[in-house]
């Protein structure tokens, strides 16, 4: 401290960096874990009555409004980024037009998924029909994942029973683990899995729940669906095949790089947003994992983060800031989120997790510091699993 008590140029300096790792500090505290003191029935008498209300016609604007501006997209890379004069320009154009597209198309996947949650509109079989059109021409089976992601918001946070992004222990872990805790083996993980991710999930239940046998999200016999699941299964293949006949035909008329260029590359930005997206709202150092002893839904449920990903937010449909609502009621369309998110925050207090950190940074810190879990080491809740990276 300075005379007079007047602090130097350099204790300002360490004053705010200190306050600053208290900000970062305060941002990883852990997640509550016990039982909380509201009811899923508190939460929702806070939100508006209106926000629960589905509107067809303003659902259907999104989906209006979504397709205008990836027809206006597909326009550019049609009609105009050929027309481009410099070989130079043109080449810069097209990574512009793939991140756009792909961004859109991201947002079009939501609706589609809103549609799974029966949150498009008050018909169930015009939502199933909407968002059967709508993934399967982004080549995911509609019924399929429809089915198995509702037990994902059955068992949110469940070691046992969650479908998706499953953490292992530490003794569970493949061998090679230890051997990409690094930078270059951390980049490789996070590149393969945005690239593939997501078709070997559904393909080969990569990263899902463990089940008795093979599971596949294609096969109708799979283990992940009942008998009663099993002839939407075999429409959700249909919908996937004649939008690969389509792809086909297209590839006939105008060749296989045409195809990709216009289309397949904007999939791939779509399918690695899609697992961005989930891998960060439920992977965290501050979220619990809970096993069978310790597991109830709705601490389950309040066991995801909600994250600002900026202008994509809206891109997006607010599937990024606003999970938490989302997982205590899916039903909900995205268009009130927001207003939901904001209600429900006082109830939720310190249930309530949110982490503003730019996107591509918590990517690489969830990588570097989320391998595996594991209880607490002379902790009182043997149930209670926290994100550990120590091999």
Same mark, same amino acid.
């Given at each position: ?31 509550? /874990?016990?039982?909380?003191?509201? /009811? ?5 008498? =806070? ?9 067809? $016609?303003?659902?259907?604007?999104? #989906? ?6 990836? =027809? ?7 009609? *105009? ?11 810069? !154009? ?5 991140? !756009?597209?792909?961004? *859109? ?23 199933? &029909?909407?968002?059967? #059109? ?7 089976? +509609? ?10 918001? %059955? ?21 090679? %683990?230890?051997?990409? @805790? @690094? ?9 393969? /899995? ?8 559904? !393909?080969? @239940?990569? %990263? ?29 293949? =249909?919908?996937?095949? !004649? ?9 006939? =008329? ?5 195809? #990709?260029? &216009? ?11 899609? &697992?961005?997206?989930?891998? $960060? ?16 839904? $709705? ?72 391998? +595996? ?10 149930? #209670?699993?926290?994100?550990? @990276?120590?091999?």
């Amino acid at each position: 401290m300075g005379a007079g008590g007047r602090m130097t140029a350099q204790e300002c300096e360490d004053q705010a960096a200190a306050a600053h790792r208290q900000d970062e500090k305060h941002s990883v505290l852990r997640s509550p /874990t016990e039982k909380p003191l509201f /009811t899923l029935g508190q939460i929702k008498k =806070a939100i508006p009555p209106h926000c629960f209300e589905r509107s067809v $016609l303003r659902s259907s604007s999104y #989906v209006v409004h979504d397709l205008a501006i990836s =027809a206006a997209l597909l326009y550019v890379a049609l009609a *105009v980024i050929p027309a481009l004069s410099q070989p130079l320009f043109r080449l810069a !154009a097209w990574p512009l037009y793939w991140a !756009a597209q792909g961004c *859109v198309l991201t947002g079009i996947w939501v609706i589609a998924h809103e549609c799974g949650h029966h949150a498009f509109s008050e018909s169930t079989l015009l939502d199933d &029909v909407v968002g059967l #059109v709508l993934h399967s021409a982004l080549l995911v089976p +509609y019924f399929s994942w429809k089915f198995s992601h509702r037990r994902h918001h %059955s068992n949110t946070g469940s070691l046992d029973r969650d479908e998706v992004f499953v953490p292992k222990s530490k003794s569970a872990l493949p061998w090679h %683990s230890k051997y990409l @805790n @690094n930078p270059p083996g951390r980049l490789l993980t996070i590149a393969v /899995t945005l690239t593939l991710g997501w078709p070997l999930y559904l !393909a080969l @239940n990569v %990263s899902g729940r463990p089940y008795s046998r093979f599971a596949c999200h294609y096969d109708p016999y799979s283990p992940i669906y009942s008998k009663r699941e099993r002839a939407q299964i075999f429409i959700s293949d =249909a919908g996937v095949l !004649a939008a690969f006949y389509a792809l086909y035909r297209l590839v006939g =008329a105008f060749g296989f790089w045409w195809v #990709v260029r &216009v289309y397949g590359v904007p999939l791939l930005i779509v399918n690695g947003w899609l &697992v961005t997206i989930t891998y $960060l709202q439920h992977t965290h150092a501050a979220l619990p994992h809970y096993d069978s002893s310790e597991w109830d839904w $709705l601490r389950g449920a309040l066991a995801t983060m909600d994250r600002d990903y900026g202008l994509l937010n809206r891109v997006f449909h607010h599937i990024t800031d606003t999970h938490v609502a989302h997982h205590l009621f899916s039903t909900m369309p995205h268009y009130h989120a927001m207003e939901a998110t904001k209600a429900v925050r006082p109830i939720l207090g310190e249930h309530y997790r949110f982490d503003g950190t730019p996107v591509f940074k918590a990517l690489w810190r969830e990588a570097k510091e989320c391998i +595996y879990v594991e209880p607490d080491e002379g902790g009182a809740r043997k149930g #209670v699993f926290w994100y550990r @990276n120590e091999f």
